[in-house]
């Protein structure tokens, strides 16, 4: 039984519908799959078992009576920081003990609409905020790869740790993720997974817990290309409730797969050249753009003048963000109370008591940068600075460039407990060192596996598209698969 | 720029999270080597640059002013710590 959980998206859709096999089978091979692996993996921090077979029973029904959605009995699981009604929702934080909204999150609803089954919800960096999984107060998620002959566990990204790993280990058939900074295309890169964020206003955010809404944007982690197509087919909506939703109707992204790239036009940025920066990937960015000319593109050096300001840019504009969004978290209205003398000790009890250290020091960051004399030399130059990056992008665009191909993380995953990263926060930021451009501009940016390096642990590539062509996304990534193949990890667990 | 620990422990009020002499401490050496960090946009000439307020074009939304939810009173504090006939309780604040 436990081989239909090596099915994807796009084969068990075929299966279900052909009734080879049963929503309820396919759904009690990932509950038992989960059961049997994340006491080591951890990837779930809730799951719902009984409220999966319930929904896997009325998707057998739909499916008998032909009236089946696109995601008609697929499981997936869903990131903490998505508001699931009744359901576990703590964006991985102790500050949130015993959340359970009494609303669902747009996203999770379009999922549902369409037939999918709710396994769990999975672990993630505590508000998002981390590219380890490590600051979760549920503890490290353990990436599913392991080096060549090696016992040491590794972290699988972050923050979207757990839907990286979930997928990677074949507990759940696709995952939500969100991305702020990178928070899906570097743990799928450390997984050997495919993650998209999609372009800003493509998901509605309502629902889901805010760490720095100018950033944040929800997307999925598949197998491969074609399942993270279908997923974000399903998750992407025009919503009135979130008003940075776009008016656009969604494609249908699985039309792109498949496409020919002859004649596009992909652009080389030299800024992303940096120094230190591991001769596999640099070899692994090279191999990337073989494949893309071998398939008849066009190959063009590009100039992103600004990009190494996208980081340090993204480290005033998102701490400052998240300092304002995470003022709600007072001990009032939802989750943890520490009592106090008064209402401001019980206020900074209750917030000491429940915000880990990564959340307390991007709070800090934030407030000190919005506090009054310093706006104007931190947060406003910022701002201006993300102006100029994403005139960098719209220059090479205009310029008759399609996609810019690069590396997607500056190596592949790293120890659980690193010391030398963990005594430095700003070297645990440097991961998201290609990824946070595309959210300082809002561009979509897909993930894709491009093979293994010398420990045998994957590394991924990444393309930029232009602002709602995450079709050309989809049909570029497509052809890379075809040319690197499919990664899985040997399963340890 | 940097801060001392004047700074931090004044930042950690208006942010309202209690810390430690300890905390406060460590934390200063952080959050300086995070401000050391950002401090290389001041090379990055922004003259006559529109600070970016939103990241693609687009109009704000509006809709009919109409009441479109609500009534929800039991819901909004069914995850409070402390509550009593659809009101938050806190501490104390008028004497």
């Known amino acids: 039984m436990t081989d239909l959980t090596s099915l994807t998206i796009a084969e068990a859709r075929t299966k279900l519908a052909a009734k080879e096999i049963t929503a309820v089978e396919l759904t009690d091979a990932y509950l038992s799959a989960i059961e049997a692996a994340n006491e080591m993996i951890n990837a779930y921090v809730a799951v719902t078992p009984e409220k999966a077979r319930e929904m896997a029973k009325a998707s057998d029904a739909r499916i008998t009576a032909g009236n089946a959605g696109p995601l008609e009995g697929i499981p997936l699981g869903i990131k903490d920081l998505f508001g699931t009604e009744g359901i576990h929702t703590q964006a991985c934080s102790h500050i949130l003990d015993g959340f359970k909204p009494r609303y669902e999150s747009t996203v999770t609803q379009n999922l549902w609409n369409d037939g999918a089954v709710m396994l769990g919800k999975l672990n993630m960096d505590e508000f998002a905020m981390g590219s380890s999984n490590e600051t979760s107060y549920y503890g490290p998620v353990k990436n599913p790869w392991r080096a060549k002959g090696s016992n040491l566990d590794l972290v699988p990204g972050g923050s979207s740790g757990g839907s990286a790993a979930a997928v990677a280990a074949h507990l759940c058939a696709g995952a939500t993720a969100t991305d702020t900074g990178g928070s899906i295309r570097q743990p799928a890169a450390f997984t050997g997974t495919v993650g998209i964020k999609p372009t800003y206003g493509r998901c509605s955010r309502w629902g889901i817990v805010a760490f720095a809404s100018s950033l944040d944007q929800a997307g999925p982690i598949a197998r491969d290309v074609h399942d993270a197509a279908i997923l974000l087919k399903s998750m992407a909506s025009v919503d009135p409730k979130d008003t940075t939703s776009v008016d656009l109707p969604v494609p249908d992204y699985e039309a792109a797969i498949g496409q020919s790239i002859k004649g596009m036009r992909i652009g080389i940025p030299k800024e992303y050249r940096v120094d230190g920066m591991p001769e596999e990937i640099e070899a692994l960015w090279q191999q990337g753009v073989a494949w893309l000319k071998d398939a008849g593109a066009e190959i063009v050096d590009i100039s992103l003048p600004h990009t190494k300001y996208a980081l340090p840019a993204y480290y005033i504009v998102a701490p400052a963000e998240a300092s304002s969004n995470l003022a709600r978290y007072d001990g009032v209205r939802y989750g943890l109370r520490v009592d106090g003398k008064d209402i401001i000790d019980m206020y900074e009890k209750t917030r000491a008591a429940g915000f880990g250290q990564e959340v307390k020091r991007r709070i800090m960051i934030g407030t000190y940068v919005l506090s009054a004399g310093y706006y104007d030399a931190y947060y406003l130059r910022a701002q201006k600075v993300r102006t100029l990056i994403k005139r960098d992008f719209e220059l090479a665009f205009q310029a008759g460039v399609d996609a810019i191909l690069t590396p997607a993380t500056p190596s592949s995953a790293f120890g659980i407990a690193d010391e030398d990263l963990a005594s430095d926060p700003v070297k645990m930021y440097l991961n998201d060192i290609f990824t946070v451009t595309v959210n300082m501009a809002g561009l979509p940016g897909i993930a894709v596996p491009g093979g293994l390096d010398h420990k045998g642990l994957p590394l991924g590539l990444q393309l930029i598209g232009k602002p709602f062509d995450e079709e050309t996304l989809f049909k570029t990534a497509h052809v890379i698969e075809q040319a690197a193949g499919r990664f899985t990890p040997s399963k340890w667990w | ?95």
């Open chain 2, 1 to 95: 720029m940097s801060v001392d620990l004047a700074t931090v422990k004044r930042v950690a009020r208006l942010a309202r999270i209690a810390v430690s002499e300890e905390e406060a401490q460590r934390m200063m050496g952080e959050l300086n080597g995070i401000l050391g960090f950002v401090e290389q946009l001041s090379q990055v000439n922004v003259d006559g640059v529109e600070p970016m307020t939103s990241v693609t074009p687009m109009k704000m939304k509006k809709r009919e002013d109409i009441v479109a939810d609500g009534d929800k009173a039991s819901d909004i504090v069914a995850n409070a710590p402390n509550s009593d006939r659809n009101f938050f309780l806190v501490p104390k604040v008028v004497e």
